[in-house]
């Protein structure tokens, strides 16, 4: 739960809009490429998640960002 409201304040501070479970790039019309570079920085900044340039299209929702946060946990 604590990861899910910091991943949801995250993207919510980046996009300046409020985000939710069901939030992606394709019903966010604020989370365009720009936008995802600088989650993708605030993630790393936030939660030292390294993800490589060509994988950030696999991140491209606040679920498969969660699945993504709690993988690098196990």
Not at 6 to 24: A, G
Not at 41 to 53: A, M
Not at 59 to 68: A, C, D, G
Request: proline letters at 0%.
């Amino acid at each position: 739960r604590l990861i899910m409201d910091k991943v949801f304040e995250v993207i919510s501070t980046v996009l300046d809009v409020s985000v939710d479970i069901n939030s992606d790039m394709e019903n966010t019309k604020e989370w365009d490429s720009f936008a995802h570079v600088l989650i993708m920085i605030e993630l790393k900044s936030e939660f030292g998640l390294n993800v490589k340039q060509e994988d950030f299209h696999e991140l491209t929702s606040v679920v498969k960002i969660i699945e993504k946060l709690v993988k690098k946990g196990d």
